[in-house]
């Protein structure tokens, strides 16, 4: 592992980067001017970059909000969304065609449906009472804890629906607060015997998906590929079970744990003690993305 101090150190050795965004590109409010600096820079010497997010907006959806936060479409290639997996493998019937959409109705973007399928299934928003499975996108308070949706759950359960998360992760920080994501209820789902599916990372069909997005512009091979991120459980788990290099961000959701101070470097021995504990196995490791 190689504490470095700006991607320009290292950039030079990859064709591409696959780019986390809450964390590392924004905060949730804003952008991370460094983050967005570094990311034109390095496409203005012609390397690519794909944005691979859980979020479970569509594609589209997440460059519009990109444009709120301060983020210009010079900084990156291409975007790849947990949720347009999902919406894929939705509309491919995988928890079958009445569904309750658990989540914010800001996600109703989700429910339509992918220009790339030529014969969608129909899906239908029902109450749980009437659905087949379940989509989740989200907490429909992200303050909340998820065991207030233990009744809703446990009947969902008892009926053997199935759970579609569009969005593994389990907290994000929008700007200084921390709310809860889908992830954390398909985890709760999962601990009560119920049967959860993901799509964004650490799993591989947002990967899959990530690479069908380069591969429209460029053919690079998986060794030359730099995936960056913050999250232990979805960002770094997901860059090591597809055998990709990383550069972690500390001062991310780990920044307290690896003494991380805003703008700054991580403290070298908290960080190897933390590293250890969560399981992550960085190639290299930066305060924040800059």
């Known amino acids: 592992m190689q504490i470095v101090t700006a991607l320009s150190q290292i950039s030079d050795r990859y064709e591409a980067l696959f780019v986390d965004l809450w964390g590392c590109v924004h905060d949730g409010v804003r952008a991370i001017p460094g983050a967005v600096e570094a990311l034109t820079a390095y496409r203005d010497k012609g390397g690519k970059v794909i944005l691979v997010t859980n979020s479970p907006r569509p594609r589209a959806g997440v460059a519009r909000q990109l ?51 030529s014969d969608p299934a129909p899906i239908e928003r029902v109450s749980l009472d009437q659905a087949e499975g379940i989509v989740c996108t989200g907490p429909f308070d992200p303050s909340a804890d998820p065991g207030t949706l233990r009744p809703e759950l446990l009947a969902a359960k008892t009926r053997g629906m199935k759970l579609l998360c569009a969005n593994p992760d389990i907290v994000v920080d929008r700007g200084e ?26 799993h591989p069909p947002i990967y899959d998906l990530a690479r069908r997005r380069l591969a429209r512009i460029a053919d690079i091979p998986d060794h ?29 959701l780990g920044a307290a744990e690896t003494g991380t101070v805003r703008g700054g470097d991580p403290d070298p021995g908290k960080l190897d003690r933390w590293l250890g504990e969560v399981g992550i196995e960085a190639t290299y490791v930066i305060g924040t993305l800059r």
């Open 224 to 252: 030359a590929i730099l995936a960056i991120g913050d999250g232990p459980a979805t960002d770094a788990a997901g860059a090591m079970g597809e055998d990709l290099d990383l550069l972690f961000i500390s001062g991310g």
């Open 67 to 117: 444009v709120g936060f301060g983020v210009p479409e010079t900084a990156y290639d291409d975007i790849a969304t947990s949720g347009d997996s999902a919406r894929l493998a939705m509309f491919d019937g995988i928890v079958g065609r009445r569904v309750w959409h658990l989540g914010p109705p800001h996600d109703a973007g989700f429910f339509e449906p992918p220009s790339i399928l």
């Open 177 to 202: 607060v921390r709310e809860w994501c889908a992830g954390a209820i398909a985890a709760l789902y999962t601990e009560m015997g119920g049967e959860s599916l993901y799509f964004g990372k650490p």
